[in-house]
């Protein structure tokens, strides 16, 4: 059954923009450094506050990032099948300002600790950059969507005209 769920997720990373310059046995050892963990809907996978001590890549479900307002949560950015979420906090060490909740009953993720990356760096270095190069063009993709939102409220706020 591991075996089998091993070339299930070996399959679905081969097909993401993460691996897409693995091999196969690259992708391998990539899931000899990881566990696969599941949530429920609305499970907290990590909190505001913490230090990032894992990225995720989502397997299958959804994950969204959420910061609380007066009138509850915001949703502020999400990731779906082949998305990684976590890399701000894992990177820099600092402490996360929003929480990472799942959206989807059954929500798979790959989780990848930062102790495990480490090593990863050492013994693999090409899939390290590889990772790193993932993080970067999902934190451009969430800070393109913010932007863009922060855009939109200026507009309705100030009418057009931006001070």
Avoid: W
């Avoid at 693995?22 to 990881?34: A, D, S, Y």
């Avoid at 799942?102 to 693999?124: F, V």
């Avoid at 409220?153 to 005209?161: I, T």
């Amino acid at each position: 059954m591991a075996e089998q769920q091993n070339i299930n997720l070996t399959d679905f990373l081969n097909q993401q923009y993460l691996c897409e310059c693995l091999t196969t046995r690259e992708i391998q050892i990539l899931l000899e450094f990881t566990e696969e963990v599941k949530f429920t809907r609305d499970e907290v996978i990590a909190d505001i506050g913490e230090v990032g001590e894992a990225i995720y890549f989502v397997v299958e479900g959804e994950a969204v990032l959420q910061q609380d307002a007066d009138r509850g949560p915001v949703e502020l950015g999400h990731a779906r099948a082949g998305g990684m979420i976590g890399s701000m906090s894992f990177f820099d060490r600092q402490p996360r300002s929003v929480r990472i909740v799942s959206k989807s009953e059954g929500t798979r993720l790959i989780r990848l600790s930062h102790k495990m990356y480490q090593r990863l760096r050492i013994e693999h270095p090409f899939i390290a950059v590889n990772i790193l190069e993932d993080a970067i063009v999902s934190l451009d993709a969430l800070f393109r969507h913010v932007s863009r939102e922060v855009a939109t409220f200026s507009r309705y706020l100030y009418g057009g005209v931006m001070r």
